[in-house]
């Protein structure tokens, strides 16, 4: 059984790291998302550049939002604005956690 590590944490996303896979999980509004640590650091490099305007489309309900792609073409991530910087605050938080944990434990 994996022993986890939350490198971040608010009330809609927890961003936790397990040390013996090398996975990174992050923990949104009913969506698990798994990373290798490798694959984590290159999601937040390709993803990190987005400006939400640049993406902006319409909910069905008229809400902005933008729709991030995943690997399965049938399945995307809808964020509004404010989702949208929760989340890579939360991921900045955890890469710059997963760096102090990294400096301690090695």
Request: hydrophobic share 45%; proline share 3%; net charge negative.
């Amino acid at each position: 059984m994996c022993k986890t590590t939350v490198l971040a944490q608010n009330e809609n996303i927890t961003i936790a790291q397990c040390k013996n896979c090398s996975v990174i999980n992050i923990w949104r509004a009913g969506v698990l998302m798994n990373f290798s640590f490798d694959q984590f650091d290159a999601f937040y490099v390709a993803t990190k550049k987005l400006a939400f305007d640049d993406f902006l489309e319409r909910a069905p309900d008229g809400r902005e939002v933008v729709i991030l792609s995943t690997p399965f073409p049938d399945i995307g991530l809808v964020f509004t604005r404010s989702e949208w910087h929760e989340f890579f605050v939360k991921i900045e938080e955890a890469l710059y956690m997963k760096r102090v944990y990294e400096l301690v434990h090695y």
